[in-house]
Structures are given as structure tokens and as C-alpha cells.
């Protein structure tokens, strides 16, 4: 029962692992799936990046930029430069933005934002603002004067804006195809009639453009840090509930468990109730169905032994008792014959008669021992092995040595076995042997038990006679408990019976 439990707990750990195994897998690659759905929505593709289009978009404030708020501080007089340094600090440049989906009033979208660096650049080429004032490349440069020969691919596109060109081709630099740019745009004023006025430059250096290129990386970023978090949450939410049905099932498991070993001890008076209808109720309905078989079974072989056990009683009384009566009798018709004309010759007659009597008493109060039940499955086992040897031995007259060499309990169709093998086999000796001393001795071991049962009596030879009925009998019952049976005989050497059954579900305490 302890291995059983054993399994199951491992059984009921291994599904709670799958279970968040499988929750956490799933949902990581919900995500991952969605992830890369999204990206390719929202990233654009290398093939499509238009950068003059960008900048023609930017400058004529047809995506959400920074762009236009610039312009309107540097039309102010004076320019507010904390104004617009702080602007610049929250300044991000969208490449593209997409609406995923609505609920009711809630508007839900995805966009992409290049990596910059932003540079505000007066027409007198003074340094106004910067998104980065920590950078190294630009600390303490606001307020002096910019050289754009100082960033790569910046002084065209540079000379162009402080020109007021507006032309896309002409206010970029391509560094990197498809990753970094540099872009030089005019900044005009805002106010009413001074609409052409360049009040400044704006410079805006592309670290990175968002692309369909970058996706691998972004998801394994997601898959990262994803797998933490799902691990923690998803994982521990997972956990339980593989616990929660886990445990149900090793719960049927028991249930199961417990019922099987009732029968291995020949109770069928319980069958596993599972309604639940799934796979494990179809095979405990074939379990039932089995033990219903197994029941019909042992009720047939129990017949069939009663009715065996009836034609041995009839054998040995026509064989013994009949025999003796019917001998006594023609004692007693002799005896009746002589009684006037020959006193003593009747006596004779009668004393025979007398003992045959007696021996007909012995035959059949051994029969009516042997056909007595035993409760074999309500006392210990051996107290009652050891209560029956040496009853016969009063009865029989024969010395008896009887031992037990450990303990344990054994199953009950093992009891029957080994009880019947034993009346049996103190029946033929007590009969046919002739013997003055006889030995039983009974041994549990880990995985099986023995029975020895020996004489000293006239003993016979194995390989010329035959098995009578007796032996016979105890040698199928052995075999049918999936023992085995051996005898050894020499005559005028006694003879041993050795009987070794499987031990079944017990525990085993040596003594």
C-alpha cells in the first residue's frame, strides 16, 4: 500500500509540472504569435522605408511630431529656452501609429518611435536646446555656437535648412541604410503674416528606425523577460490548479487502489464506484467487470471442490469405513453362529468385531474433523495451523514437532490453501504411513511461505507410484495458488511434503 501511495504522490507531482508546463508554454506562445502579428502591423518594411517621405510628412505636420510646438516657441520673442528644453526632453519621434481595436469609449493602438536626438539650432547657429543635455557629445553646448561638420553626413542637409529649403532630398543623410539618418529641417515662424520667416533648425540625428528587421530581436526581448513574469504569475496560477485536479484524479487512483486490494484478499463484496464517465471510468467498469468474472470464478472452483471433496469422502469410506463395517459384521454373524455350541471361538469373534468397530469410529471422527469449517480468515493463522496439528496428533496418537519460523499475514485464499493442504496431508499419514512422529513447519519469507510436512513412517517411492487421490488434490490446490508442490519419499524413510505459495500484499515482521 506504501508503493502505491508513493506513486501516486509522484503522479499527482508530475501532472501539477505538466499542467504549468503546458499553461505557461501556451501563453507564452499566445504572446509570442501576437507579438509578431503586431510588429508586422506596425514596423514598417525595409522595403518601404521612405525617408523623403518621412520628412515631407514631418514638415508638413501630417504624422504627431514635435515639429510644430518648436516652431511656435522659437516664433515667440524671446524664445522661452527652458521652455523648450523641456519640450524637447519628452520629444519622441513616431514612425507609425495603429489602431488595434475598441471596447465602448476605450480606443486601444500600437505605434513605433525611432530612437533621437534632437538639436535646436538658431538662425545666428547658436545652440538653443537639446532632447539629450546629458549626452556627452552636447553637455554645456547650449548657448555656444554648432558645427555641423562635427556629426557625420550633417553639414548638406544643415546648409540647406539655414537656407529654408524644404525639399525632403535635400535635408537627409542616409549613415546607415534602413537604421540611422541624419535630417536637417527649417523652422518657420508661426505667427500671422511672417508664415516664411526660418526662425531656426531643427536637427534630429536617427539612432534607430524601427523596421520589420527588428522584430527577432523585439520578441526574443519579450520572450526574455515574458518568461520571468509568466513563471512567477502564470506559473503559480498553473501550479495550482494542476494541484486542484491532480489531486482529484490520484483521489480516483486511491479509490481504485483500495478496492484492488480488497479483492487480492478475496473480498468482492465492494466494487469501484467512478461516475464520472471519461477513460478511467471505462476501465474501472472493465475492473468491475473483472472482479465480477474473478467472483464467478472462485464460487465455480469452490463447487467444483465441494464436489470433489464429496467423492474423495465416498472413496474413503468405501474404501475404510465400509470395508471395517462390513468385516465387522461378518464378525458379529460368526460370533452369533458360535455363541451356543462354542463360547470362546464367539468371544474371539466379538473381540474382533469390537475393534473394527472402533477403527470405523476413528475413519469417521477423522472425516467429520476434516469436514468440520475452520475459521481461517477470523484467528491468527498460525495459532490456528499449530491448534489443528496437535489435535490430530492427540487423536492419531502420533508425536507431533511443530514450528513457525516468522511472521506475517497472508491473504485469505493462501490460508484456505495451506490449511487444506495440511488436514490432507496429516489424513494420509495418519492412514497409510505407520508413523510414530510427524513434523509441520511453516516459514514466512519476504515474497513467499512454506509449508513442510514429514513423517517417519514407511514412506514410498515417488517415481513408481503414483499420485493417489490425497495427493493429487494437494498438488492442484498448490498449483492453482501459483505454488509449488514437491514430495519426497524413500520407503522405509518416511516422507516430506514441501508446499511454496506466494506471499501476497502483507507486511512482514521477522520475528
Known sequence: MLRVMNILRQLRWKLTLSYTLVTVSALLVILLVMAAILFNQIFISENYLDPEGMIDDWLNNRIRSTYPMICQILSQSPVDSDLLNLYLGESA????????FRIGALQFSASTNASIRVLVIGTDGIIMGTSL????AYRAMIGKQFDPSQVAGLKAPFEAAMAGDTNPKHL???IEANKRYVFAGPAFNRLSGKENQLVGVVVILFDAVPTQGDI???ILKIAGRSLVIFFLGVGVMGAIFGSFFAHGLTKRFQRISAIADRWSLGDFSSYIDDPSGDEIAQFTLRLNNMAKQLQSLLRQRQDMAISEERNRLARDLHDSAKQQALAASLELGTALTLYERDPDGAKKHLAAADSLVDAVRKELTNLVDELRPQPVSRQDFSELLRDQALE???RSGIEMD??????GELPLATRETLFRITQEALANIARHSSANR????LKYEPETVTLIIQDNGIGFDPYTQKDGVGLASMRERAEVSGG???IESTPGQGARITVTLPAGTREVNDG
Open 216 to 218: 527577432p530581436s523585439h
Open 392 to 394: 490430530w496428533s492427540q
Open 484 to 486: 509449488n508442490f514437491f
Open 402 to 407: 511443530f514450528k513457525i519460523d516468522g511472521d
Open 133 to 136: 543635455p546629458d549626452d556627452p
Open 172 to 174: 537627409y543623410t542616409e
Open 438 to 441: 510427524a513434523g509441520v513447519w
Open 93 to 100: 519621434s513616431v514612425i507609425t501609429d495603429s489602431s488595434l
